[in-house]
């Protein structure tokens, strides 16, 4: 069975950092590209960061680009997204997915396999 589960959400303060995982499990992330999207309450789902298949290519959001870092560990195949600097404006579920292509898809609709999302809080 192919899943993605995220860990790692959790409430921090502003200013703070958090790190999270998306770990693979039924097949090996040297073939997806990995997204993280996350939605915040009552607003649309976002496209924060992609890393490609083979790890060399990343890509992120305008906001998102200087604070957070996507990588990638074939070893323990998962992908981990660091966060720093964080905002109350980054509250939200934040899901990781895999898609069979590259990182061109900023709206999700491409990938296949899914998350259940890990909810982070950025709040005093």
């Known amino acids: 069975q192919l899943q993605l589960v995220e860990s790692g959400g959790e409430l921090v303060q502003p200013g703070g950092s958090l790190r999270l995982s998306c770990a693979a499990s039924?097949?090996?992330?040297?073939?997806?590209?990995i997204g993280w999207f996350r939605q915040a309450p009552g607003k649309e789902r976002e496209w924060v960061s992609c890393?490609?298949?083979?790890?060399?290519?990343?890509y992120y959001a305008d906001s998102m680009k200087g604070r957070f870092t996507i990588t990638k560990d074939r070893a323990k195949n998962t992908v981990y997204l660091q966060m720093n600097s964080l905002r109350p404006e980054d509250t939200g579920v934040y899901s990781c997915?895999?898609?069979?292509?590259?990182?061109?898809?900023?709206?999700?609709?491409?990938?296949?396999?899914w998350g259940q999302g890990t909810q982070v809080t950025v709040s005093s």
């Open positions: 039924g097949f090996t992330l040297d073939d997806y590209a």
């Open positions: 997915a895999g898609i069979e292509a590259g990182c061109g898809d900023v709206l999700g609709s491409s990938y296949g396999y």
């Open positions: 890393i490609s298949s083979s790890g060399g290519s990343t």
